[in-house]
Protein backbone atom coordinates (compact mmCIF):
# COMPACT_ATOMS: atom_id res chain seq x y z
CA UNK A 1 0.00 0.00 0.00
CA UNK A 2 1.09 3.46 -0.35
CA UNK A 3 0.64 6.83 -0.29
CA UNK A 4 -3.08 8.12 -1.30
CA UNK A 5 -4.46 11.54 -2.68
CA UNK A 6 -7.30 13.28 -0.43
CA UNK A 7 -9.47 11.87 -3.73
CA UNK A 8 -8.71 7.95 -3.70
CA UNK A 9 -9.05 8.40 0.34
CA UNK A 10 -12.85 9.61 -0.25
CA UNK A 11 -13.29 7.12 -2.92
CA UNK A 12 -12.33 4.26 -0.87
CA UNK A 13 -14.41 5.37 2.32
CA UNK A 14 -17.50 5.60 0.00
CA UNK A 15 -16.81 1.99 -1.35
CA UNK A 16 -16.30 0.76 2.18
CA UNK A 17 -13.07 -0.18 1.21
CA UNK A 18 -11.39 0.24 4.63
CA UNK A 19 -7.71 -0.32 5.61
CA UNK A 20 -6.47 -0.91 9.12
CA UNK A 21 -3.91 1.61 9.79
CA UNK A 22 -3.85 5.35 8.23
CA UNK A 23 -2.10 8.57 9.05
CA UNK A 24 -3.31 12.09 7.56
CA UNK A 25 -0.95 15.00 7.69
CA UNK A 26 -0.57 18.35 5.98
CA UNK A 27 -2.17 21.94 5.84
CA UNK A 28 -5.80 21.36 5.49
CA UNK A 29 -6.81 20.67 8.67
CA UNK A 30 -10.46 21.44 7.67
CA UNK A 31 -10.68 18.55 5.02
CA UNK A 32 -8.49 16.57 7.20
CA UNK A 33 -11.11 16.71 10.18
CA UNK A 34 -14.15 16.23 7.70
CA UNK A 35 -12.28 12.78 6.34
CA UNK A 36 -11.44 11.75 9.77
CA UNK A 37 -15.38 11.72 10.65
CA UNK A 38 -16.51 10.16 7.93
CA UNK A 39 -13.95 7.31 7.99
CA UNK A 40 -15.08 6.58 11.89
CA UNK A 41 -18.56 7.04 11.15
CA UNK A 42 -18.84 4.83 7.94
CA UNK A 43 -16.17 2.16 9.63
CA UNK A 44 -17.80 1.64 12.74
CA UNK A 45 -21.62 2.11 11.12
CA UNK A 46 -21.54 4.31 13.63
CA UNK A 47 -23.05 1.35 15.90
CA UNK A 48 -22.15 1.00 19.46
CA UNK A 49 -19.94 3.80 19.66
CA UNK A 50 -18.91 3.36 23.86
CA UNK A 51 -17.33 0.03 22.44
CA UNK A 52 -16.01 0.88 18.84
CA UNK A 53 -14.90 4.23 19.21
CA UNK A 54 -11.64 5.74 20.79
CA UNK A 55 -10.34 8.61 20.57
CA UNK A 56 -6.44 9.80 22.56
CA UNK A 57 -4.78 12.57 22.48
CA UNK A 58 -1.54 11.51 21.47
CA UNK A 59 0.25 14.46 22.80
CA UNK A 60 0.27 12.43 25.95
CA UNK A 61 -2.19 9.46 25.79
CA UNK A 62 0.22 6.10 26.70
CA UNK A 63 1.52 4.10 23.85
CA UNK A 64 0.84 0.77 25.60
CA UNK A 65 -2.94 2.17 26.51
CA UNK A 66 -3.21 3.41 22.63
CA UNK A 67 -2.15 -0.29 21.81
CA UNK A 68 -4.65 -2.22 23.59
CA UNK A 69 -7.41 -0.10 22.47
CA UNK A 70 -5.97 -0.66 18.75
CA UNK A 71 -6.23 -4.60 19.55
CA UNK A 72 -9.46 -4.42 21.49
CA UNK A 73 -12.22 -6.25 19.36
CA UNK A 74 -14.93 -4.42 17.88
CA UNK A 75 -18.78 -5.33 19.25
CA UNK A 76 -21.34 -6.53 16.91
CA UNK A 77 -19.32 -4.38 14.34
CA UNK A 78 -16.56 -5.66 11.68
CA UNK A 79 -14.50 -2.68 12.74
CA UNK A 80 -13.54 -0.79 15.84
CA UNK A 81 -12.04 2.37 14.98
CA UNK A 82 -9.53 4.30 17.02
CA UNK A 83 -8.27 7.40 16.46
CA UNK A 84 -4.70 9.05 17.77
CA UNK A 85 -4.45 13.03 17.42
CA UNK A 86 -1.09 14.67 17.51
CA UNK A 87 1.34 11.79 18.01
CA UNK A 88 4.68 13.35 17.82
CA UNK A 89 6.97 10.28 17.07
CA UNK A 90 9.93 13.40 17.18
CA UNK A 91 9.68 13.56 21.06
CA UNK A 92 8.14 9.56 21.75
CA UNK A 93 11.11 7.75 23.17
CA UNK A 94 12.85 4.58 21.15
CA UNK A 95 10.87 2.18 23.76
CA UNK A 96 7.87 3.75 22.57
CA UNK A 97 8.30 4.36 18.53
CA UNK A 98 9.79 0.09 19.31
CA UNK A 99 6.12 -0.74 20.44
CA UNK A 100 4.08 1.08 17.89
CA UNK A 101 6.22 -0.04 15.04
CA UNK A 102 5.77 -3.41 15.83
CA UNK A 103 1.99 -2.83 16.28
CA UNK A 104 2.01 -1.40 12.99
CA UNK A 105 3.68 -4.61 11.66
CA UNK A 106 0.82 -6.50 12.42
CA UNK A 107 -2.61 -4.11 12.35
CA UNK A 108 -5.39 -5.62 13.91
CA UNK A 109 -8.01 -6.69 11.09
CA UNK A 110 -10.81 -5.47 12.64
CA UNK A 111 -9.69 -2.49 13.91
CA UNK A 112 -9.47 0.83 11.79
CA UNK A 113 -6.33 2.96 13.42
CA UNK A 114 -6.09 6.60 12.38
CA UNK A 115 -3.06 8.97 13.30
CA UNK A 116 -3.68 12.46 12.41
CA UNK A 117 -1.89 15.71 12.79
CA UNK A 118 -3.97 18.02 13.84
CA UNK A 119 -1.86 20.95 15.31
CA UNK A 120 1.63 19.63 14.12
CA UNK A 121 3.15 19.99 10.96
CA UNK A 122 6.50 18.46 9.07
CA UNK A 123 8.06 19.01 5.85
CA UNK A 124 7.66 15.89 3.69
CA UNK A 125 10.42 16.38 1.94
CA UNK A 126 12.92 16.55 4.73
CA UNK A 127 10.62 14.45 7.14
CA UNK A 128 12.90 13.16 9.77
CA UNK A 129 11.92 11.09 12.32
CA UNK A 130 8.35 11.15 10.34
CA UNK A 131 9.58 8.78 7.42
CA UNK A 132 10.36 5.97 9.31
CA UNK A 133 6.67 6.24 11.02
CA UNK A 134 5.33 6.88 7.31
CA UNK A 135 7.09 4.04 5.87
CA UNK A 136 5.87 1.29 8.87
CA UNK A 137 2.44 2.64 7.75
CA UNK A 138 2.81 2.41 4.14
CA UNK A 139 3.62 -1.00 4.67
CA UNK A 140 0.19 -2.25 6.15
CA UNK A 141 -1.91 1.11 5.51
CA UNK A 142 -2.05 3.87 3.89
CA UNK A 143 -0.93 8.14 4.38
CA UNK A 144 -2.52 11.11 3.33
CA UNK A 145 -1.02 14.56 2.89
CA UNK A 146 -4.02 17.22 2.66
CA UNK A 147 -2.56 19.50 0.83
CA UNK A 148 -3.13 23.43 0.41
CA UNK A 149 -5.10 23.52 -2.55
CA UNK A 150 -4.75 25.62 -5.59
CA UNK A 151 -6.55 28.74 -6.52
CA UNK A 152 -8.51 26.51 -8.95
CA UNK A 153 -9.91 24.20 -6.91
CA UNK A 154 -10.66 26.46 -4.45
CA UNK A 155 -12.84 28.03 -6.93
CA UNK A 156 -14.32 24.95 -7.50
CA UNK A 157 -15.01 23.81 -4.28
CA UNK A 158 -16.81 27.49 -3.50
CA UNK A 159 -18.31 26.96 -6.53
CA UNK A 160 -19.94 23.56 -5.59
CA UNK A 161 -21.06 24.96 -2.13
CA UNK A 162 -22.85 27.93 -3.30
CA UNK A 163 -24.43 25.40 -5.59
CA UNK A 164 -25.13 22.51 -2.35
CA UNK A 165 -26.83 25.87 -0.97
CA UNK A 166 -29.07 26.90 -3.77
CA UNK A 167 -27.04 29.57 -5.52
CA UNK A 168 -24.93 29.64 -8.44
CA UNK A 169 -21.12 31.27 -8.07
CA UNK A 170 -19.17 31.89 -11.09
CA UNK A 171 -15.50 31.13 -11.23
CA UNK A 172 -14.66 34.54 -12.00
CA UNK A 173 -16.43 36.07 -8.61
CA UNK A 174 -15.06 32.78 -6.62
CA UNK A 175 -12.19 33.86 -7.46
CA UNK A 176 -12.60 37.44 -5.76
CA UNK A 177 -13.84 35.86 -3.32
CA UNK A 178 -10.31 34.05 -2.71
CA UNK A 179 -8.29 37.84 -3.50
CA UNK A 180 -10.56 39.14 -0.99
CA UNK A 181 -10.89 36.49 1.93
CA UNK A 182 -7.62 34.48 1.14
CA UNK A 183 -7.19 30.61 0.57
CA UNK A 184 -7.91 29.48 4.02
CA UNK A 185 -10.90 26.80 4.01
CA UNK A 186 -12.51 27.43 7.18
CA UNK A 187 -12.79 31.22 6.23
CA UNK A 188 -14.16 30.69 2.50
CA UNK A 189 -16.79 27.95 3.90
CA UNK A 190 -17.78 30.98 6.14
CA UNK A 191 -17.85 33.58 3.44
CA UNK A 192 -20.04 31.12 1.26
CA UNK A 193 -22.45 30.55 3.99
CA UNK A 194 -23.12 34.63 4.50
CA UNK A 195 -23.22 35.31 0.94
CA UNK A 196 -25.73 32.70 0.12
CA UNK A 197 -28.16 33.67 3.17
CA UNK A 198 -27.79 36.63 1.54
CA UNK A 199 -28.65 35.96 -1.56
CA UNK A 200 -31.31 33.73 -0.68
CA UNK A 201 -31.04 31.38 -4.36
CA UNK A 202 -30.21 32.80 -7.63
CA UNK A 203 -26.76 33.95 -8.82
CA UNK A 204 -24.44 35.79 -6.33
CA UNK A 205 -23.28 38.98 -7.70
CA UNK A 206 -20.68 40.81 -7.24
CA UNK A 207 -22.21 43.49 -5.21
CA UNK A 208 -23.11 40.83 -2.77
CA UNK A 209 -19.60 39.92 -2.38
CA UNK A 210 -18.56 43.66 -1.99
CA UNK A 211 -20.82 44.12 0.72
CA UNK A 212 -20.65 40.69 2.63
CA UNK A 213 -17.33 39.34 2.31
CA UNK A 214 -14.50 40.21 5.09
CA UNK A 215 -11.54 41.35 3.12
CA UNK A 216 -8.22 40.09 5.15
CA UNK A 217 -5.49 42.11 5.95
CA UNK A 218 -3.39 40.80 2.77
CA UNK A 219 -5.90 41.75 0.20
CA UNK A 220 -6.57 45.26 2.31
CA UNK A 221 -2.80 46.08 2.58
CA UNK A 222 -2.70 45.05 -1.77
CA UNK A 223 -4.73 47.72 -2.27
CA UNK A 224 -3.14 50.02 -0.25
CA UNK A 225 -0.28 49.66 -1.60
CA UNK A 226 -1.82 50.09 -5.10
CA UNK A 227 -3.41 53.58 -4.15
CA UNK A 228 0.41 54.39 -2.53
CA UNK A 229 1.79 53.77 -6.04
CA UNK A 230 -1.04 55.62 -7.79
CA UNK A 231 -0.72 58.78 -5.82
CA UNK A 232 -3.80 58.04 -4.47
CA UNK A 233 -3.54 60.02 -0.88
CA UNK A 234 -7.19 60.06 0.43
CA UNK A 235 -7.84 56.46 -0.42
CA UNK A 236 -4.26 55.21 1.21
CA UNK A 237 -5.27 57.08 4.46
CA UNK A 238 -8.63 55.85 4.59
CA UNK A 239 -7.30 52.13 3.79
CA UNK A 240 -4.69 52.67 6.82
CA UNK A 241 -7.29 54.18 8.95
CA UNK A 242 -9.49 50.56 8.30
CA UNK A 243 -6.56 48.50 9.19
CA UNK A 244 -6.54 49.92 12.15
CA UNK A 245 -10.41 50.10 13.31
CA UNK A 246 -9.99 46.33 12.67
CA UNK A 247 -6.90 46.47 14.86
CA UNK A 248 -4.41 45.29 12.74
CA UNK A 249 -0.89 45.20 14.27
CA UNK A 250 1.30 47.60 12.66
CA UNK A 251 4.05 45.22 12.46
CA UNK A 252 1.77 42.88 10.25
CA UNK A 253 0.63 45.91 8.09
CA UNK A 254 4.21 46.84 7.55
CA UNK A 255 5.57 42.86 6.63
CA UNK A 256 2.64 42.75 3.61
CA UNK A 257 3.33 46.27 2.67
CA UNK A 258 7.04 45.72 2.17
CA UNK A 259 6.43 42.46 0.65
CA UNK A 260 4.39 44.34 -2.12
CA UNK A 261 7.34 46.68 -2.74
CA UNK A 262 9.50 43.71 -2.49
CA UNK A 263 7.46 41.85 -5.46
CA UNK A 264 7.17 45.06 -7.78
CA UNK A 265 11.03 45.78 -6.98
CA UNK A 266 11.53 42.02 -8.45
CA UNK A 267 9.51 42.14 -11.29
CA UNK A 268 11.36 45.85 -12.50
CA UNK A 269 14.77 44.27 -11.96
CA UNK A 270 13.61 41.29 -14.24
CA UNK A 271 11.79 43.46 -16.78
CA UNK A 272 14.74 46.17 -16.64
CA UNK A 273 17.40 42.73 -17.61
CA UNK A 274 15.00 41.65 -20.35
CA UNK A 275 13.93 38.39 -18.87
CA UNK A 276 10.26 37.37 -18.99
CA UNK A 277 8.51 38.06 -15.44
CA UNK A 278 8.06 34.11 -14.98
CA UNK A 279 11.53 33.24 -14.76
CA UNK A 280 10.97 34.66 -10.88
CA UNK A 281 9.05 31.33 -10.71
CA UNK A 282 12.25 29.26 -10.89
CA UNK A 283 14.21 31.17 -8.14
CA UNK A 284 11.25 32.57 -5.73
CA UNK A 285 8.36 31.03 -4.02
CA UNK A 286 5.69 31.97 -6.31
CA UNK A 287 3.74 28.82 -7.02
CA UNK A 288 0.16 29.18 -6.76
CA UNK A 289 0.44 32.89 -6.30
CA UNK A 290 1.18 33.97 -9.82
CA UNK A 291 -1.38 36.76 -9.09
CA UNK A 292 1.17 38.88 -7.01
CA UNK A 293 3.70 38.66 -10.07
CA UNK A 294 0.54 40.03 -12.74
CA UNK A 295 -0.30 42.54 -10.10
CA UNK A 296 3.41 43.54 -9.03
CA UNK A 297 3.75 43.99 -12.81
CA UNK A 298 1.09 46.14 -13.45
CA UNK A 299 1.88 48.56 -10.61
CA UNK A 300 5.34 48.62 -10.69
CA UNK A 301 5.33 50.10 -14.45
CA UNK A 302 4.46 53.37 -12.22
CA UNK A 303 7.71 53.15 -10.34
CA UNK A 304 11.71 53.24 -11.50
CA UNK A 305 14.12 51.27 -9.85
CA UNK A 306 14.56 54.71 -7.83
CA UNK A 307 11.76 54.60 -6.71
CA UNK A 308 11.56 51.33 -5.73
CA UNK A 309 15.00 51.44 -3.63
CA UNK A 310 13.96 54.31 -1.61
CA UNK A 311 10.70 53.00 -1.03
CA UNK A 312 12.49 49.64 0.25
CA UNK A 313 14.68 51.94 2.29
CA UNK A 314 12.12 53.75 4.04
CA UNK A 315 10.31 50.42 4.54
CA UNK A 316 13.27 49.03 6.78
CA UNK A 317 13.92 52.60 8.41
CA UNK A 318 10.31 52.31 9.47
CA UNK A 319 10.13 48.70 10.83
CA UNK A 320 13.05 49.87 13.03
CA UNK A 321 11.25 52.87 14.03
CA UNK A 322 7.92 50.54 14.95
CA UNK A 323 10.69 48.41 17.11
CA UNK A 324 12.75 51.18 18.90
CA UNK A 325 10.99 54.25 19.07
CA UNK A 326 8.47 55.58 21.63
CA UNK A 327 6.44 57.71 18.97
CA UNK A 328 3.26 56.60 18.41
CA UNK A 329 3.38 53.67 16.22
CA UNK A 330 0.23 55.42 14.31
CA UNK A 331 2.21 58.46 13.46
CA UNK A 332 4.94 56.58 12.18
CA UNK A 333 2.53 54.82 9.71
CA UNK A 334 1.62 57.87 8.78
CA UNK A 335 4.95 59.19 8.13
CA UNK A 336 5.55 56.34 6.39
CA UNK A 337 3.18 56.98 3.88
CA UNK A 338 3.90 60.09 3.24
CA UNK A 339 7.23 59.23 2.72
CA UNK A 340 6.06 56.19 0.23
CA UNK A 341 3.66 58.56 -1.58
CA UNK A 342 6.60 61.05 -2.50
CA UNK A 343 8.86 58.23 -3.27
CA UNK A 344 6.51 56.89 -5.62
CA UNK A 345 6.99 60.22 -8.39
CA UNK A 346 10.85 60.42 -7.82
CA UNK A 347 13.15 59.35 -10.67
CA UNK A 348 13.38 58.24 -14.24
CA UNK A 349 11.42 55.12 -15.57
CA UNK A 350 14.66 52.92 -16.55
Known amino acids: ?46 QF ?31 KCVLVSDFNVEK ?21 LIFYLLNLNFNPKRPGKWGPFMTAINRNGVTVNFKHKTNAELERILCAAAQKRGCLLTKQ ?8 SGNDLQTLYHEIEKLCAYTKEGEITKEAITL ?15 AIVAGDYNKAYGLLDILYYQKEEPIAILAVLAASYIDMYRVRACVQSGQPVSVL ?36 ETDVALKSSRIDNRLIMEQLLAKLLVASGKGEKH
Open 1 to 46: MAEYTEQELIKSIEKREFHNVYFFYGEEKMLMEAAVKKLAERSTGN
Open 49 to 79: LDFNYQSFDGSFADTEEIIRAAEGLPFMADY
Open 92 to 112: RDATDMASIKELLKNPSESCV
Open 173 to 180: LASEILFL
Open 212 to 226: NVVKNLETTVFVLAN
Open 281 to 316: LQYFDYKSKEFKLRNAERDSTNLSMTALRESLKLLL
